[in-house]
Nanobody, 127 residues
Framework: QVQLVESGGGLVQAGGSLRLSCAAS????????MAWFRQALGKEREREFV??????????RYGDSVKGRFTISRDNVKNTVYLQMDSLKPEDTAIYYC??????????????????WGQGTQVTVSS
């Protein structure tokens, strides 16, 4: 099973940017579907799909609330997935989780499509 470690979270003002990183170990993830989900305070039963990328970066998908502002990418040499977040809004405040699924050319937008999860990194956007 792959291990995932997120980093890059923090406090930023509205309109600012952050880049999250998800470093994978234990397995090469170049052909694995990967995704970012987030969970806001008070919504502990709901993990919202943020963005996903298929194996070999063939396909990317985004949640409606972040389209045009967030970009997911992967560096197969570093075995790392990134989430570039621009034009951040207070409603983007949440814990962001990296997730890994099986080797696939498609992106799953539900959490059950992924079997490995990181511990999460907090993103707080102030108004």
């Amino acid at each position: 099973q792959v291990q995932l470690v997120e980093s890059g979270g923090g406090l930023v003002q509205a309109g600012g940017s952050l880049r999250l990183s998800c470093a994978a170990s234990g397995r090469t993830i170049s052909n694995y579907r990967m995704a970012w989900f987030r969970q806001a305070l008070g919504k502990e039963r709901e993990r919202e799909f943020v963005g996903g990328i298929s194996g070999e970066a063939a396909v990317t998908r985004y949640g409606d609330s972040v389209k045009g502002r967030f970009t997911i990418s992967r560096d197969n040499v570093k075995n790392t997935v990134y989430l570039q977040m621009d034009s951040l809004k207070p409603e983007d405040t949440a814990i962001y989780y990296c997730a890994a699924g099986d080797p696939a050319w498609t992106v799953a937008t539900i959490s059950t499509g992924y079997s490995s999860w990181g511990q999460g990194t907090q993103v707080t956007v102030s108004s």
